[in-house]
């Protein structure tokens, strides 16, 4: 009579310690949980070959230099985009995160932004660009003050859905825009110190 109480502690002991080993596997599993409103996606693939070739930044696509933008580029997106949205930020900057560019609106076709993508509120293929940091449209590359190393951190979000902004938007427009619509994320970091 005692064995099958013994063997119920056991099989509940084991169902518990299966309970706790998904829990902390599910607990490790990186989400997306953070100031978009979503919990996690399909995740696709951001490349830039500067910055996979040295994470460091080249001077050319900082105050330092020409200030141009990096050569991007992605692949497998979810079938269903209709749009893409990119946002570079430092979320090492003295005080608070500091917005290096918002490009939004990008057509559901496009798999790559060229360097140097021009400053404009909207390009030719539609796609828009909002506000930065600095106060202007479209990029303003890494410019931190002297001293440690920053990271530079490109975000692209596939979307279902177009945005219904205007060019010139600022990163908190676009990000409660995109709420609900999110359904991929790539990301890349890049880093740069003066």
Known sequence: MLRR????????????????????????????????????????????????????????FTCQDADISPALSWHDPPELTKSFVLIMEDPDAPGETWVHWV?????????????????????????????????GIGYGGPCPPPGAL?????????????LPLPAGATKAQVLQAMTGHATARAELIGRYQR
């Open 5 to 60: 109480p013994k063997a119920l502690c056991e099989v509940l002991a084991r169902l518990v310690a299966c309970a706790l080993l998904v829990g902390l596997f599910l607990a490790a599993v990186p989400t997306f949980a953070h100031d978009e409103g979503w919990p996690h996606a399909h995740v696709f693939a951001l490349r830039s070959p500067p910055l996979e070739a040295n994470p460091v930044m080249p001077d050319r």
């Open 103 to 135: 490009v939004y609106n990008l057509p559901s076709g496009a798999r790559e932004l060229p360097e140097g993508v021009a400053v404009e509120p909207e390009l030719a293929d539609g796609t828009l660009q909002g506000a930065n940091d600095f106060g």
């Open 150 to 162: 920053h990271r530079y951190v490109f975000r692209l979000y596939a979307l279902d859905a177009v």
